[in-house]
């Protein structure tokens, strides 16, 4: 969800002007998934590199995702979206890690559509973390060396229950990943766009899903 920072600029306001105007979009898109066929979709709110920004972007950030729960909460429960958050939890505060537990909690029989929300998520972190994690089981006896493969290793990530992406968009011109999803994403295809978050509608994102639908997927294999 790239752009809020130059949108807000583009207007002359503060930089959070720009992130809550992102924050509405969320509801646009999550709302339109179901008429547009799109079971599982996973947001990139946070990064683990986006500490780097200013104290005051940071806390303002923090701020909007704890506003954000506390506001959309029941929609999300009342509109069958089941929302889960990936990341590692333990740098954020402990107040917003209640709250992502506690929706994760309210909306965890939803199956309609299954929202993921990456806050303090790194690509690279999540495998290093489940990595860790791995190792453990091996030094605790519980695994063998020999047996692990690239499923193995899946199961430990932070995305173990969901499928991989099948298309990742990423807004605002830039044609990067970011260190989102970098394992999930090996098979994905990519959209980039250059419209910034806050003015990303359901009929943009209409428009790329037919354009994915048209694309042809061989996974490595060859043309049927
Ligand atoms: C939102 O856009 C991404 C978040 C980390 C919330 P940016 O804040 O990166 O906006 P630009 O790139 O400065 O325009
Ligand atoms: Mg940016």
Redesign the pocket.
């Known amino acids: 969800?790239?752009?809020?920072?130059?949108?807000a600029q583009a207007r002359g306001k503060p930089?959070l002007f720009?992130?809550q105007a992102?924050g509405r979009r969320v509801r646009e898109i999550v709302e339109s998934c179901p008429q547009l066929g799109v079971k599982y979709l996973t947001v990139f709110?946070?990064?683990t590199e986006?500490w780097k920004r200013t104290q005051a972007e940071v806390t303002g950030?923090m701020t909007l995702f704890k506003r954000y729960i506390t506001k959309e909460a029941n929609a999300l429960r009342d509109n069958g979206v089941r929302v889960r958050f990936i990341g590692d939890r333990i740098r954020l505060e402990t107040k917003l890690v209640e709250m992502m537990d506690n929706l994760e909690k309210l909306t965890e029989h939803n199956d309609l559509v299954h929202l993921t929300i990456a806050i303090n998520y790194g690509g690279r972190d999540e495998v290093a973390r489940a990595t860790k994690r791995l190792a453990r089981e091996v030094k605790a006896g519980r695994l063998d060396p020999e047996e692990v493969d690239a499923e193995t290793l899946a199961k430990y990530l932070d995305t173990y229950v969901l499928p991989d992406p099948d298309l990742v968009i990423r807004t605002?011109g830039e044609a990067r990943i970011s260190n989102f999803l970098l394992w999930q994403s090996a098979y994905a295809e990519y959209e980039f766009v250059d419209t910034?978050?806050p003015d990303f509608t359901k009929d943009i994102f209409a428009e790329i899903l037919r354009n994915y639908a048209k694309r042809e997927r061989r996974f490595g294999a060859v043309a049927g």
Not at 1 to 7: A, C, K, T, V
């Open positions: 969800m790239d752009g809020n920072g130059r949108w930089r720009g992130h992102g709110a946070f990064s986006n950030l605002s910034l978050w």
